[in-house]
């Protein structure tokens, strides 16, 4: 039932209402629309289509008629374009325009247009994915012949081919609004950055002298971020922007180029002046916005004379004191407390930045007995003027840092990141005894790593820790550091085979953060501090006084695109050996993944654990539990390998990875695991079908999936466990009792460790008391990096082509000395263990790793004498090393091209693994470094006798010839005298 009008609406005449509105919006429209034609520029006509400059006309009538301010935002009904108007522009205005912004705003376009008298700020964002350049469009198909015919004139040197190839890359509506002098420009900036993560930024004059152009030319960043972060730093030095375009151009496989343009006047109101103080400063941020961290922006712009680098020097120390600082009190030395110390002692913080500069300024470094004393002297205002203790801990900390500091690229323009050489000395505490050769720490947008190696030349992974929520990501700033000290360690233990000492790098990345941005960042800093480039050396005062290489591999979450993207950036930027840089390449190298180098030793090892509690394994079922997915390195390749190796016996009972957990008790279907293998997938992708009629698949998207997947190495029983995969400390001393069963036995009596550190030392020694027999994780994979380092070998002796034609040959040699190494080792380790029984095997192992590295040490101190005496001897350690394809493939080159260094270090593990694994390692814990340098040489004499009467033995008519010279091959050398 409708209701009646009231009196006083029905009193109301609709044709008069609409008449008087309709006067009152034509009086008004009278006023605005002269003025809006007189004030808005041509571009704005020419970039603003009819229909949508009458919609804005619409808005701005709208709020005059009604008296309300110009302050509006206009969206279209699917969200892809925001228009939004404000009543001044003022420096400021469009970044606070372009915050308002989603965060996901996939933004391709900015249009923005300033009236004349200043009254009337219009911007038109544009998101989506804009169609590019169409030849068929007779528009742009002209504008294309318009600009070749005008490169022609001004930029001879280019062909028709590149031009058609540029508009190629381009959006359609780009190509219609510039003009051919702008896109001539455009290309010339395009191929500044092309092919890098670079930025340029360049003061270019316009027509009216009164203003300028700035174009920011950067490669891979998020528009919409970018714009924000540029009108907010134009707006922190007062520049005004009146117009401003924004353009995306493909870039391959690279990515895109985005090109960000404003025209601006500067805070007189004139142009800008390109030799001016203030543009320099400006530039100087410009080119480094991509790589700064919100934070670092924020502590900078609350600051009314804080630099970016000066922000970005206070963060960096802040957080790498926080490593220090966090062993004394986690609590009260957190991240954020550590900061809100700095900020509230701010005038002592600038002092320590002072110091900073000072100290590796290229132009006049502070020397060390000045610095000193400036660092003296501000101790001692710290104690007087800081009224907290714990605040003067964190000032004392922070100068402790500078000094402790031998490297930095701060003073790089064209940095990614701030890297720094510490002093390992810095980060030494009691829970890290051993002291590493070298650390290196690296601060990013939202990321801080560490390198630390513990020897000169040194081998290990890069590892990518992605983060999802701040807790996570709390949890892991407090033991970064710890991380990458104990993985370096674990791998300085694990390359007890080859030259190499142990590494490791790990980058932590704060939740949403592109991991690529991350990863590239991380290694550029790093080239800055290591490369010999000249123009680079002469920006960086080094107070380390040594070269250094580095070598990595990939770790977690560093993919085949950025392997082959670190190599091609250490070629840019004058890294000797470029391709020894980083192993593991797709091409010229050895995957890892594909030819499952870390899973034969793994296997290795699995097979003698089993058969020293009684299971043969190729003769009898057992079960396997597995972390780590069937799409994953380690778990995919064991998947295979146990296939291969034992047929139908290898039962996989359980298997956990990121995607969820499948569990069978009578083993899962091999050959649907073997599937998800071959097409990369995970556990989540089982077919259910297959099934059986105790198993389960669960996914983490299911009720308890993700506690079942957490938890499935404590609850499914086997006879062994091998971590494939999974955060390191997942079995600690908090939880390793749920690895018991309800008889206080383990549920696994072997567990080899194929991931790093998934087992904590306590854990470690509680489950050794148990009973179970852990292969400990320097043991159980340490194919990988002995893999990695024979690639690099062979990188450093062969130019591409030479190893993609004994590639084949290679790999299977180097997969045959892996499963060699890895027999050598688990048969010693185990015979110690029957000598032994009451010791943890993982001990022996430490013990093993230990006693190879100190024998190594004592050759290579020792290593000129021995060459000097038996140069034909020790040089056969050399080729003996390398598989016999890369040796016949070098020849000569092995001594002319692998460095000094390397060739020591080889000559030194070869031989004092080969003493190890002879000898045991109890009578060599005992000796002296004098002792073991002058038996070495003797050692090879002796052990090359035994071998010749051997074989004169096996060729003599004796009844027991063959026993005598198997005694005479295996028998001890050491124990024999000098006279023997």
Not at 65 to 74: I, K, Y
Not at 435 to 443: A, D, I, N, Q, S
């Amino acid at each position: 039932m409708k209701s009646e009008p009231s009196s006083e609406s029905a009193a109301v005449d609709p044709q008069s209402l609409i008449d008087e509105l309709a006067g009152s919006l034509r009086r008004t429209a009278e006023d605005v629309v002269p003025w809006f034609l007189e004030n808005m520029p041509p571009v704005y006509f020419q970039d603003t289509s009819h229909d949508e400059q009458l919609a804005q006309l619409r808005s701005i009538l709208a709020a005059k008629a009604s008296g309300r301010p110009l302050e509006m935002v206009l969206k279209s009904e699917n969200d892809a374009q925001w228009t939004m108007m404000a009543p001044v522009n003022r420096p400021g205005i469009l970044a606070s325009m372009a915050a308002q912004l989603p965060e996901d705003f996939n933004l391709w376009s900015a249009k923005i247009h300033s009236a004349k008298n200043g009254q009337l700020l219009l911007v038109i964002f544009e998101s989506g994915d804009p169609p590019r350049f169409d030849p068929s469009d007779p528009e742009q198909a002209a504008k294309l012949e318009e600009t070749i015919a005008f490169a022609a004139e001004n930029f001879p040197s280019w062909t028709r081919e590149q031009i058609e190839d540029h508009f190629s890359r381009c959006t359609g509506v780009s190509i219609r609004t510039l003009t051919p002098l702008r896109i001539c420009r455009q290309r010339v900036h395009f191929l500044e950055v092309s092919k890098t993560e670079n930025t340029t930024a360049t003061l270019e004059e316009e027509n009216d002298p009164d203003v300028s152009r700035i174009v920011v030319t950067v490669a891979n960043s998020r528009t919409r971020g970018m714009l924000e972060r540029v009108a907010t730093r134009l707006a922190r030095a007062d520049v005004n922007i009146f117009r401003a375009y924004l353009d995306r151009i493909e870039d391959d496989d690279n990515g895109f180029v985005n090109m960000l343009g404003f025209v601006v006047r500067g805070p007189d109101g004139k142009a800008l002046d390109p030799a001016s103080q203030l543009w320099q400063s400006i530039r100087k941020d410009l080119l480094r916005l991509k790589w700064i961290d919100r934070t670092t922006l924020d502590l900078a712009y609350s600051h009314e004379n804080l630099s970016l680098t000066r922000a970005e020097i206070i963060m960096s120390l802040c957080h790498l004191v926080n490593h220090i600082l966090v062993k004394r009190n986690p609590y009260a030395f957190d991240r954020d407390r550590i900061l809100r110390h700095a900020k509230k002692n701010f005038d002592l913080t600038t002092e320590v930045v002072d110091l900073f500069l000072l100290r590796f300024n290229p132009e006049r470094p502070l020397p060390d007995e000045d610095f000193e004393s400036h660092s003296a002297k501000l101790h001692e205002r710290i104690d007087a003027s800081v009224d907290l203790e714990a605040g003067r801990t964190v000032m004392h900390a922070l100068v402790d840092a500078v000094a402790g500091v031998m490297r930095t690229n701060v003073f790089l323009r064209t940095r990614y990141a701030l890297s720094m050489r510490i002093r390992p000395e810095l980060l030494q505490t009691e829970e890290r005894p051993e002291l590493p050769y070298g650390v290196f720490f690296v601060h990013g947008r939202s990321f801080n790593g560490f390198h630390v190696r513990f020897r000169d030349i040194a081998r290990g992974g890069i590892r990518a820790v992605r983060t999802i929520g701040s807790d996570q990501h709390t949890r892991e700033c407090e033991r970064l550091y710890d991380e990458v000290y104990g993985l370096a360690y674990a791998q300085q233990l694990k390359n007890k085979d080859i030259p190499e000492g142990g590494s490791k790098a790990v980058i932590l990345i704060e939740p949403g953060t592109p991991l690529r941005r991350s990863v590239q960042a991380f290694v550029d800093s790093l080239l800055d501090l290591i490369t010999p480039e000249p123009s680079t050396r002469a920006r960086i005062v080094d107070r380390f006084g040594q070269p250094e290489f580095l070598y990595f591999g990939p770790d977690e979450n560093i993919s085949p695109d950025m392997i082959e993207w670190v190599v091609e950036r250490a070629k840019q930027r004058g890294y000797p050996m470029p391709t020894a840089l980083m192993s593991s390449k797709p091409g010229a190298g050895i995957n890892h993944k594909t030819y499952g180098v870390t899973s034969e030793g793994v296997n290795v090892f699995l097979r003698a654990a089993l058969e020293s509690i009684g299971i043969k394994p190729t003769e009898q079922p057992f079960r396997v539990s597995i972390t780590g997915g069937p799409d994953g390195d380690v778990a995919g390749n064991m998947i295979r390998i146990l296939d291969r190796d034992y047929s139908g016996n290898a039962r996989i009972v359980g298997i956990a990875d990121g995607s969820g957990v499948g569990e069978d008790p009578d083993g899962l279907d091999h050959e649907e695991l073997l599937r998800l293998f071959r097409e990369g997938l995970p556990i989540a992708s089982f077919d259910r079908s297959k099934v059986g009629p105790r198993g389960r698949i669960v996914t983490i998207e299911e009720p308890e999936g993700v506690q079942l997947r957490n938890t499935m190495h404590f609850r499914v029983a086997a006879d062994a466990f091998v971590p494939g995969g999974g955060r390191p400390a997942t079995i600690h001393g908090g939880n390793w009792k749920d690895f018991l069963d309800q008889r206080g036995r383990p549920i696994c009596p072997v567990i080899v460790e194929g991931a790093n550190l998934f087992l904590t030392p306590d854990a470690r020694r509680a489950l050794s008391d148990r009973g179970c027999l852990i292969i400990k994780d320097s043991s159980a994979n340490k194919c990988g990096v002995i893999t990695s380092s024979f690639e690099i070998a062979a990188c450093m002796l062969l130019n591409e082509d030479e190893f993609l034609g004994i590639k084949e040959r290679f790999v299977q040699e180097v997969l045959e000395r892996l499963r060699h190494l890895a027999r050598r080792e688990a048969d010693l380790l185990l015979r110690m263990r029957r000598h032994q029984p009451d010791i943890p095997l993982f001990e022996l192992s430490i013990r093993l790793s230990k006693v190879v590295i100190t024998v190594a040490d004592a050759i290579a101190g020792d290593i000129d004498e021995l060459l000097s005496e038996d140069e034909e001897t020790m040089r056969g350690l050399v080729t003996e090393h390398l598989p016999p394809t890369l040796v016949e493939a070098a020849g000569d080159r092995l001594w002319s091209d692998l460095p000094p260094t390397y060739l020591t270090w080889i000559m030194s593990k070869t031989l004092a693994a080969r003493i190890v694994y002879r000898e045991g390692f109890e009578l060599l814990e005992h000796m002296s470094q004098k002792v073991i340098a002058r038996g070495a040489l003797r050692f090879l004499r002796v052990e090359r006798e035994r071998r010749r009467l051997a074989e004169e033995v096996r060729q003599s008519g004796l009844k027991d010839r063959e026993a005598i010279a198997s005694l005479l091959e295996r028998a001890g050398i050491l124990g024999i005298s000098d006279e023997t």
